[in-house]
């Protein structure tokens, strides 16, 4: 199974991507995830995609196209992946499908977590604070959480990831999903939507 997550900052991608590679047995690739630990580690990577994920901007296509490309030719994807994060615009939506047929794969779903703004905004926000009141360094703040930086996440998304899901629609593959319920029942609507309840 080959799937893509999308959704805006907060709507549940990465809550959802997890449970749902755990039920697969299959890799989750989180593009936030990968950014974050580059910066923490100070790799090539960190340093070009700091000064954008600190401000809450998109990493510049190029860098995160051949990162993803890279990532996907190593052995741990042959089983198949969840993608979070990625595709993020309408360039890497069409990158991501020409790099699959290089490969000889196909995408199997997109699937959309819809929440309205108002939760994008009040989810990112309680991590930040929840966060800062933990002092285990495992749950390393997230600077981009801060209430003067989620509205640019947000606008980003509307201008830059909605269209991808006319993408997905026309080629059939979207599925939509309602992520403004309990995470549990979103991925049994999830598990449902892909026939793969009980
Ligand atoms: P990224 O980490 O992908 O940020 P995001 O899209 O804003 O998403 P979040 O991680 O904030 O939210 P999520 O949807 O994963 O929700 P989660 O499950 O964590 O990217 C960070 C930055 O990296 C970007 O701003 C950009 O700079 C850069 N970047 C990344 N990918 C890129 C790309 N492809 N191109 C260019 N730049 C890129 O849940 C959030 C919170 O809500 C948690 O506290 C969770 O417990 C809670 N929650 C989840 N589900 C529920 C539920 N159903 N009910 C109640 N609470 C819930």
Not at 11 to 37: D, F, M, P, W, Y
Request: hydrophobic residues 35%; contains cysteine.
């Amino acid at each position: 199974m080959r799937l893509v997550i999308l959704g805006g900052p907060g709507s549940g991608k990465s809550t959802q991507a997890r449970q749902l590679c755990r039920h697969l047995g299959i890799v989750e690739i989180s593009s936030g995830n990968i950014l974050r630990r580059a910066i923490a580690s100070q790799t090539d990577l960190g340093h070009k995609a700091q000064p954008y994920v600190e401000k809450g901007e998109l990493v510049p296509d190029e860098i995160l196209i051949e990162f993803m490309r890279q990532r996907l030719l190593q052995p741990d994807t042959a089983k198949g992946w969840v993608l979070e994060g990625y595709p993020r615009t309408a360039f890497q939506a069409e990158e991501l499908d020409f790099l699959l047929e290089d490969l000889n794969q196909q995408l199997d779903w997109a699937i959309y977590l819809t929440v309205p703004e108002s939760v994008m905004m009040t989810r990112s926000v309680a991590r930040s604070q929840n966060q800062a009141q933990d002092s285990t360094p495992s749950t390393k703040s997230r600077l981009d959480d801060h209430p003067e930086i989620v509205p640019r996440r947000i606008e980003l998304f509307y201008e830059r990831t909605v269209p991808i899901l006319e993408y997905y629609g026309y080629r059939q593959k979207l599925l939509t999903i309602n992520g403004n319920q309990p995470s549990e029942q979103v991925q049994q609507n999830i598990l449902h939507k892909l026939e793969l309840d009980d």
